[in-house]
């Protein structure tokens, strides 16, 4: 739910790109280290998928498993970061109004959408998505890697069955990633593959990239654990020549 304490107005002078993404669409793009992601749920989203890439070094990537484990939690939430598959990180969550992100579902697939939908444009999913935006920077099906679903919700029972929760996504709700080192990000506006509606029916998104302050030394994200100071020495090694 969004929150009415938290200024979501983003300062025009700040604002390097801004882009409505419409359902059924997708977004690729590389966010520089320092820089920030915010991703906007417009009208209520049947889910956002989206993968991300240290845009040096395509090689590594988003590890959802060590996001989750590290951090005890399978749900993403402000304060949380993203960590890719060499311990390091990717991107920080700075700030979220939704707090309903999913790293458990996966993702549509053609197959899945046929099973799913009837007639429309059911061909459109994510996996075809994220395979057309890595084509285009000379990468592959191999480079495919489970995802992360922003604005939806799963519930895991106590049998271990997962069951899509309906009514958690907010319109006007956004999450920003603060890059930690330069990603390369795919969205796929589609939806989540356990979103329970017949239609094919996904809400456009709003993606800003801008100009975010740099972390003080008592940043939320970067003095959460122990984990995570240790995740920070990896990533800035990276960039301390």
């Known amino acids: 739910m969004v929150q ?5 107005a983003l300062n025009a002078s700040l604002v390097r790109l801004e882009e409505v993404i419409p359902g059924g669409n997708y977004w690729s793009g590389v966010i520089q ?8 749920d417009l009208e209520g989203s ?13 090689i590594e990537r988003l590890n959802v498993a060590d996001t989750s ?19 390091r990180i990717l991107f ?9 992100h999913d790293l458990l579902g996966g993702c549509s697939s053609a197959a899945s959408n046929a099973a799913k939908y009837e007639g429309g444009d059911f061909w459109l999913n994510s996996r075809d998505h994220f395979l057309k935006a890595l084509t285009r ?22 049998d ?11 319109p006007g709700s956004f999450i920003d990633l603060r890059a930690e080192m330069n990603v390369l990000v795919i969205l796929s506006n589609c939806p989540h593959v356990m979103h329970p509606s017949p239609v094919f029916a ?19 994200c970067r003095t959460a654990n122990p984990e995570a100071v240790r995740g920070f020495v990896n990533t800035d090694a990276l960039f301390a020549q």
């Open 4 to 8: 009415s304490s938290i200024n979501t």
């Open 160 to 170: 271990g069955k997962m069951t899509f929760v309906e009514g958690s996504e907010k």
């Open 33 to 40: 280290r320092g820089n920030t992601l915010r991703v906007t």
């Open 202 to 220: 996904p809400k456009p998104i709003k993606v800003q990239v801008w100009d975010s302050p740099a972390p003080a030394p008592d940043d939320l």
């Open 137 to 158: 920077r000379g990468l592959g099906k191999k480079d495919i890697m489970p995802n992360i679903n922003l604005f939806t919700r799963i519930a895991v029972g106590t």
């Open 92 to 100: 920080s969550i700075t700030e979220d109004t939704s707090s309903y």
């Open 69 to 87: 484990k590290i951090q005890f939690n399978a749900f993403l939430k402000k304060g949380m970061v993203i960590y890719s598959d060499m311990g």
């Open 46 to 58: 049947q889910g956002v998928a989206m993968v991300c890439y240290n845009a040096d070094n395509a």
